[in-house]
């Protein structure tokens, strides 16, 4: 079974009967004035990129949660992080954090992005 998941929506099946769950989040205000995590600018982001219409599907929104994952792998502290081979992983992460949002689904990202080549 094919899944994928994000706050507001689940896909499950396979294809061509895949069938679509969403949470409509619009109202949540909450959630779109939380402050102190990237997290909460992304979902700012994605609800100006969707117009609040978050039944619908928008491939750029994955692409900003895409750079969300990435700033936070960037910001993590790793025990052994002094050999070549971590330092190198990091400046291929850095590059892709800077040119994710250029993409404009996950799609484009895995088949046009060098680290994916």
């Known amino acids: 079974m094919l899944a ?3 706050l507001n929506r689940r ?3 396979f294809p061509p009967d895949d069938l679509t769950v969403s949470c409509d989040i619009s109202n949540d205000e909450e959630l779109f004035m939380g402050q102190g995590d990237y997290q909460f600018e992304i979902y700012r982001l994605m609800r100006q990129e969707n117009g609040n219409e978050w039944s619908s599907y928008h491939p750029h929104t ?6 969300y994952l990435c700033s936070k792998l960037l910001s993590m502290k790793y025990r052994s992080a002094r050999g070549r081979d971590t330092k190198d992983a990091r400046k291929e992460l850095t590059r892709f954090s800077e040119d994710v949002l250029h993409y404009g689904s996950a799609r ?3 088949q046009n992005c060098p680290m994916f080549q």
């Open 4 to 6: 994928w998941f994000s």
């Open 11 to 13: 896909t499950c099946g």
């Open 62 to 67: 994955n692409v900003l949660w895409l750079h």
């Open 108 to 110: 484009d990202v895995l």
